[in-house]
């Protein structure tokens, strides 16, 4: 290959989900096809977002004279990508990151999201997590929870990383400003048992700020776990049940030892919702 030629190339690309698979082509490269296999490649997948990937295969694409003036002036990321699950969306949502990071251990971080669709986010993160790793994501408008993975990893000018993170499917309700259940105002006494950051067991009583079908807002939570742990609750006389971790109020906050659960027992809550009955319509009488 001579040095500063231009060449197009076609690589076979997968991603790591092993749910999409296809050809792209790259303009006006100067690398050889052995230094293009040789490094990961960047590609979007439809459903799982932008994938970094190492390429199958690949091969020279000879193009007509008309074709290649118009591939040149466009960049390899600028060139037609596969529709997406979804159109991605600029806001900026509070969210909580948290999981186990290779390099730190266990982790939580309050971020916000830059982009979002129905298969994930695009975040910016100081933890430095690993490409693959999985991890879970909480929307603090609606204290909704999600299981998600590392599909993308890219240093932000400034400091951290932008992440982005893939949901194992589309979950096209995850961003709306509702919550999945109603939650009902209640103040119950209850009983938290678990285990502490040190990983010592605790027991102590608690109070219910709200409630739901899905979970709870606890206070006055002394020994706050960590995101993601398992703890019990017991009400006397009601039962009990498993519930996750979903977030942690920060120190200094209004949200202050308070943490919002997640239920693992679904059916089996310690309390009963109670539905605000509709009032009865009105009878007009005849004249």
């Given amino acids: 290959m001579v040095s500063g030629t231009a060449k197009n190339f076609s690589l076979h690309v997968r991603c790591p989900y092993g749910d999409y698979d296809d050809w792209i082509t790259l303009a006006g490269r100067l690398e050889s096809l052995e230094q293009l296999l040789a490094a990961p490649c960047a590609f979007e997948c439809p459903t799982h977002g932008v994938q970094m990937e ?18 040149l002036l466009l960049s390899p990321a600028a060139a037609k990508k596969p529709r997406r699950s979804s159109d991605r969306k600029a806001f900026y949502v509070p969210v909580v990151v948290y999981g186990w990071s290779k390099q730190l251990g266990s982790f939580h971080e309050d971020t916000t999201t830059v982009l979002f ?44 990383f932008h992440i982005g993170l893939a949901f194992p499917k589309p979950a096209p309700n995850f961003w709306r400003k509702t919550r999945r259940s109603q939650r009902a105002r209640e103040a119950l006494r209850v009983f938290v048992r678990g285990k502490d950051r040190n990983g010592n067991p605790f027991s102590q009583s608690s109070y219910t700020l709200d409630i739901s079908e899905d979970g709870a807002r606890l206070e006055g939570v002394a020994y706050l776990t960590t995101p993601g742990e398992i703890i019990e609750v ?20 209004s949200e202050s030892n308070q943490i919002g659960i997640c239920t693992m027992d679904s059916g089996r809550l310690p309390w009963r919702i109670k539905v605000p009955t509709p009032p009865p319509s009105k009878i007009l009488k005849k004249s």
Avoid: C, D, M
């Fill in 54 to 71: 190492y390429p199958l295969e690949g091969a020279e694409k000879q193009l007509s004279s008309k074709t290649q003036k118009g591939s």
């Fill in 117 to 160: 669709n129905a298969s994930g986010a695009l975040v910016r993160l100081s933890t430095p997590v690993g490409l693959g790793e999985s991890l879970f994501l909480v929307s603090k408008l609606t204290r909704e929870e999600q299981e998600v993975r590392v599909v993308f990893k890219e240093p932000h000018p400034q400091s951290g």
């Fill in 234 to 253: 017991k009400r006397r006389w009601h039962g009990k049940a498993r519930f996750r971790v979903a977030w942690i109020g920060q120190i200094g906050t």
